[in-house]
């Protein structure tokens, strides 16, 4: 039941997303995280506080022998997409079958296919990072597409008294890009990450070492993007959306699909878990999708 990797086997054309079984860690805690290794295979780890709460989606570069041989290797002009981004505990899985991530409102995301920015809405607008660190200069990719072979990271850090959702392309620091504020508790990120695609999908929630260096970025750096203040930037109010029942965790939800797995409390860290609810709406076959 542990997932760190996936694989779409069905057809393109069928929106869905994958969803970790548990939240990001919280901001501000205590975490031990892998440093770049020493040799083949090892390892060190260094116990710190984090100033935010992180992962990576790194895509491969080809597709699945088992989705050629079932007859699904991509068209060559239509665009795969992969979307990764975080999601509120109020998310419907119900939204999971038939939607990218991004698209229902308890969703941020950026989306591989058009660099697009996405919340509460299948039209996404344009890359814009509303924070970015001050000597910033832009690289040369202006609109941030990625697909094969590219590492893809999402994280939430706390700023001026708001929690900003940021982005990562192979390493670079691409902004924050939604800013955000609860009134009633500071609420909890689960990564949510949309696919169709026929690239295998490999998840890092801290298992190895991250492309982009967290622990030494100097988020308090970070100035609006344009010409204004912190009072001037635009904060979505997130408290409306966290309903009580729903505060802690969307799998306590009474929508969970009958094979869903039970948590284990008693590995003595978190343990990383994605689901696949349904492909889309003509398919429910499990067959249709590999996790390893």
């Known amino acids: 039941g542990k997932y760190s990797s996936c694989h779409l086997r069905a057809a393109l054309g069928g929106d869905r ?21 020493h040799g083949p295979g090892s ?13 990576e989606v790194e895509i491969g570069t080809a597709a699945s022998a088992s989705t050629v041989s079932r007859g699904f290797a991509p068209p060559p002009r239509r665009p795969q997409c992969v979307s990764v981004g975080v999601a509120l505990g109020c998310l419907k899985f119900a939204r999971l079958r038939s939607a990218q991530s991004g698209w229902d409102e308890s969703t941020w995301a ?13 039209r996404g607008r344009s890359f814009r990072a509303v924070l970015v660190p001050k000597a910033w200069k832009p690289s040369a990719r202006h609109i941030p597409r990625f697909g094969a072979g590219d590492i893809v990271g999402c994280g939430v850090v706390p700023i001026e008294g708001c929690l900003g959702i940021f982005f990562t392309l192979n390493g670079e620091f691409l902004g924050v890009c939604f800013l955000l504020r609860s009134e009633a508790e500071q609420p909890r990120f689960w990564p949510c990450v949309g696919v169709d695609a026929h690239w295998p999908i490999h998840f890092n929630f801290g298992s190895r070492p991250f492309c ?10 970070l100035v609006p993007a344009a010409p204004m203040t912190f009072e001037d930037l635009d904060v979505e109010d997130v408290s409306r959306l966290l309903r009580p029942r729903q505060l802690g965790n969307p799998w306590s939800n009474d929508e969970l699909p009958p094979d869903h797995l039970e948590d284990d409390m008693r590995a003595p860290l978190p343990r990383w878990r994605l689901m696949q609810y349904l492909l889309d709406r003509r398919h429910a076959d499990p067959e249709e999708a590999e996790f390893s």
């Open 17 to 37: 997303c994958v969803l970790a079984r548990q939240p990001l860690p919280k901001l501000g805690a205590w975490a031990a995280l892998p440093s770049e290794p």
């Open 43 to 55: 390892w060190s780890l260094q116990l710190s506080r984090s100033s935010c709460t992180y992962y």
């Open 110 to 122: 950026l989306h591989g296919d058009d660099g697009h920015i996405f919340h509460g809405s299948g």
């Open 212 to 221: 982009f260096n967290a622990g030494s970025f100097n988020f308090a750096d």
